[in-house]
């Protein structure tokens, strides 16, 4: 009964490849988030989406897309990877915007 | 903005002795503050949270945290360590008055309890 889930949980490739990955919240929650952790643990979000409102961090680069087809789910798309790219990625959702997040088992990527 | 600071990357306590894991933060409104637990190679999961209301607030797995307005901390306290509590803790907060509903994360810190 996973609440928030993400595939795949490890994903290996290599620099100029896109890849996607999915997330899928059984929640019932209203707002997903999508959280990079890198290798010293530090969280920075990437996108928020509550109500089709979609919220972008600027600093993070046009290579990286969310698309989310319903409530239930946020993927993110990412094109022409980087080293630099390699990471945790965490999927979240929360009820509303004052609930506390949710979070996935993350997704550890690593661009070779 | 909003912000927060957790000073401490590392903690060290011994099983059975209290422990504190320190945050503070910055909002020009006030805040909503959240507590997180990280074990490795898991996602973060919710402790506890203060919204309003009494400043004591009591968590998952004996964990309670103490919100101080004057000093805007709000430090996480347990008051008897076990092995188990050793993990990544992080301290996240959001501006109530602020325009954006995302919470900040703080840099986290590493809990270390020795048997």
């Known amino acids: 009964d996973t609440a928030v889930s993400q595939t795949p949980k490890y994903l290996v490739t290599q620099m100029g490849n896109d890849k996607s990955i999915k997330c899928e919240q059984n929640?019932?929650?209203?707002?997903m988030y999508w959280y990079k952790q890198d290798s010293k643990k530090f969280l920075k979000i990437m996108f928020s989406?509550?109500?089709?409102?979609?919220?972008i961090n600027e600093t993070v680069p046009n290579r990286f897309s969310p698309k989310s087809p319903d409530k239930a789910h946020l993927n993110l798309h990412i094109n022409s990877l980087e080293l630099g790219d390699s990471a945790v990625y965490f999927c979240?959702?929360?009820?509303?915007?004052?609930?506390?997040?949710?979070f996935g088992n993350g997704t550890r990527l690593t661009v070779t | 903005a909003q912000s927060v600071a957790q000073p401490e990357d590392q903690v060290n306590v011994a099983e059975g002795n209290p422990l504190t894991v320190k945050c503070t933060y910055s909002?020009?409104?006030?805040?909503?503050l959240f507590w997180y637990v990280q074990y490795p190679n898991r996602g973060l999961q919710f402790l506890l949270k203060?919204?309003?209301?009494?400043?004591l607030v009591k968590g998952s797995y004996g964990f309670e945290a103490e919100f101080n307005k004057s000093q805007t901390s709000f430090h996480l306290k347990k008051p008897s360590a076990l092995v188990s509590d050793s993990a990544l803790y992080f301290c996240?907060?959001?501006?109530?008055?602020?325009?954006?509903?995302?919470?900040?994360f703080g840099r986290g810190t590493s809990l270390i309890v020795h048997p």
């Open positions: 979240a959702s929360s009820l509303g915007t004052n609930s506390p997040l949710h």
């Open positions: 929640l019932g929650h209203d707002t």
């Open positions: 989406y509550n109500n089709k409102e979609l919220i």
């Open positions: 909002v020009s409104g006030n805040p909503y």
């Open positions: 203060y919204i309003t209301g009494d400043n």
């Open positions: 996240a907060v959001r501006d109530q008055g602020g325009g954006s509903y995302i919470p900040t």
